[in-house]
């Protein structure tokens, strides 16, 4: 039996089956679709996943907890202190460990940056789907200085493995403090305008992606849309005010939700825009938790073996790409019995699905890009 | 060519008998001569065009080989050389071994009619311009071929794209050619910069409303023929992996891209030939400077100056814009160019008849118009100022890294 008859795909004249990955320039990573399109018209694109499945989840069950924060970081590469942050906060919750102020405002400093250095890739490489290779270049530059501050915050540039059970690995001193001032004085008002200038405004860019996937708000919960793709569909939705953890009650951000910039709500422009302005946030929120970091421990008690008593809980945090939940459950061993990760790009994929039916090829590229997907997250 | 080699023949004294080897050789040593300028231009617009956009997206782009890297395309020339010529199997082998020489030479026919300076062109034809036109359906035929030849998806895709764009793009180009040439009254590209002045006022750009718009549908409809972003949707790399030749490699990939950096000379040489004065300089004469042997070259300077300045313009265009989506492109074309072009001879027409009984008028719009691109051009210049006074990185401004 082909894959062909397995998916039950129904070839019909006059109709061509491309096959559009694992390999392929704009899938970001490995996924493949099974695209059906007539001429230039694409019926539809089914999303074909597990293309780099390592079993995490699995793996999780075979390390002791502490061991296991390392592994997060690979679920997703582009946003790992948020895999980290949610991990270890439900290990504490487990526990019942109360984090230092210090260590909470220092996760935040870190999940920020991090957010920001996301950001800059997905709306990058999304300029670079669309054509316009500098953009993509301009926000690498950008994200080199992220990758600097945390390479001097934690030792590593991609996977961080910065976050323990009770607190942080290393504390931040005044080098690190001034680099990131140094960052966001350069960031805020002459990056981000640089930037728009150059492709926000664009209007063949706002050609190409505006009234392209339109996904209402009811499709967006339908979907399961997390993060920017569900608030850019016009739901306030952002855990960091709904849902608040860490310290982020006592930061003041306004949470950016798609108006139908240019377009109606909801389109690929408005997924564009909302993260443009989502960074602009960040680096408020980055600003506010610098001068108001708090003396004290980075780490609390926590006993040398961690044994957390029985039990299940779910954590999530805000990640780049949507809620990001890990659902532990605990036997009272030494390793975690279960854990479940719930990740953002795998919900993205039934709505690329849906949306890909009837647009053209070069829009599907576009849907793609603006869902922000990361591969080794659909498939953990 | 004629002239030269009449002249050749009257100066040796060689008798009609042999008159037709001199004649062969000498336009063998043009065309050695033009495929020499064509490929040298191919390949340091190949370096220069990786430097430019490494200044514009903040790298360094290749500075290895040699003096900033000049030497860059000689290495990536031979580099493709050595590397092994694959051809799929199940692909057509004779139509995929053949369809790189077909864009090559549409483009590279060009150059006979591509004038240099008063005396050196290939041939000076009285259909010079319809010969370009026709000539690069050349360059369809070999992206369909090398698209349909490979025997993928993705390339038959990329070639019947580039078959529909190129296509419809050479009507808005032919269009726009006919808005000067009812002022010129004739194809022949020398004649055409005969008739304009050195002097920037005296450029055929700057005759009337309609040729200063025609000269922009024609650089708009010109990069789309030649495939440029932000109409490079055959190429498209994010779409459509590499297009029609996505299954090439070694000198045969090299020859498509030999093709779209001569292209790039192509469309600078004639926007510059048509609108923008050709080799005239300023304040001499015609017959003064077909003449003179220094004029000429000076000429030949001023010209590649223009034609330069073009290709360096395309080239910012590349690394700044995005790329449109075909149907976006089809409505550009038919909806918009082709209709203003057509409305643009109409005027042309117009003032070409008023020129006629008012000449005074002519001059008078001819400086407004000069005035005119010269407010355009000083707010670019404001642009890029603001852009540099506003950008918090200085490191970037160096001249050479």
Known sequence: ?380 | MFEISSKILDYFGISSDFSVIVVVLVFFVYGLFALTFASLFAGITSWYERRIAGRMQSRIGPNRVGYQGFWQWLADGLKCWFKEDIIPKDTDSVLFRIAPYFVFTGVLSTFVVIPFSPTIVGSDMNVGLVYIIAITALVVAGILMAGWASNSKWTLLGGIRSAAQMISYEIPVALSLIVVIIPAGTLSLQKIIQMQGGAPYNWFIFHNPGTFAAFFIYFTSALAEGNRTPFDLPEAESELVAGYNTEYSGMRFLFFLFAEWMNLYVIGAIATAVFLGGWRIPGIAYEVQAASLWLQFVGFIIFLIKALLLVNVIIWLRWTLPRLRIDQLMIMCYKYLIPLSVIMILLSVFFTVIYYSLPFLSLAVRIVLFILSLIVAGYFGYRVYFNIKYFPDKTYLRWMI
């Open chain 1, 1 to 380: 039996m082909t894959l062909e008859e397995r998916l039950n795909l129904v070839k019909r004249e006059n109709e061509i089956l491309l096959n559009m990955g694992p390999q392929h320039p704009s899938t970001h990573g490995v996924i493949r679709f099974i695209v059906r399109a007539d001429g230039e018209i694409m019926v539809e694109a089914l999303p074909v996943v597990g293309y780099l499945h390592r079993g995490i989840e699995k793996l999780a069950e075979q390390t002791p907890y502490t061991g296991f924060i390392p592994y997060t970081d690979r679920v997703d590469y582009l946003a790992a202190m948020f895999a980290n942050h949610a991990y270890v906060m439900g290990v504490e919750k487990l526990l019942g460990i109360e984090v230092p102020k210090r260590a909470e405002y220092l996760r935040v400093i870190a999940c920020e940056l991090n957010r920001i250095a996301s950001h800059l890739i997905a709306l990058g490489s999304m300029a670079m789907d669309i054509g316009a290779f500098t953009p993509f270049l301009h926000g690498i530059r950008e994200r080199e200085l992220i990758n600097d501050i945390t390479e001097m915050l934690c030792g590593a540039r991609l996977t961080y493995n910065y976050m323990r059970v009770g607190g942080v690995s290393k504390d931040i001193d005044d080098r690190i403090i001034k680099k990131i001032n140094d960052f966001l004085d350069r960031f805020l008002p002459g990056f981000i305008d640089e930037f728009n200038r150059l492709i926000t405004n664009n209007e063949i860019l706002v050609k190409r992606c505006v009234n392209i996937a339109t996904v209402s708000a009811d499709e967006a919960i339908n979907f399961g849309l997390v993060g920017p793709n569900l608030r850019a569909s016009g739901v306030k939705w952002d855990l960091r005010k709904n849902m608040p953890y860490s310290v982020y009650p006592e930061l003041k951000f306004e949470v950016p939700v798609g108006e139908g910039f240019r377009g109606e709500v909801g389109d690929s422009y408005d997924r564009f825009v909302v993260r443009v302005k989502e960074m602009e946030e960040s680096a408020r929120i980055l600003k506010q938790a610098v001068s108001q970091l708090p003396e004290g421990e980075i780490l609390a008690k926590v006993p040398k073996r961690i044994k957390p008593p029985k039990g299940e809980v779910y954590s999530a945090v805000e990640s780049a790409r949507g809620e990001l939940g890990y659902y532990i459950i605990s036997d009272g061993t030494e390793n975690p019995y279960r854990v479940k990760i719930r990740t953002g790009s795998f919900s993205a994929m039934k709505a690329i699905h849906i949306k890909s039916q009837g647009c053209f090829i070069a829009d599907l590229v576009v849907l793609i890009a603006s869902m922000d997907i990361v591969a080794p997250e659909i498939d953990r």
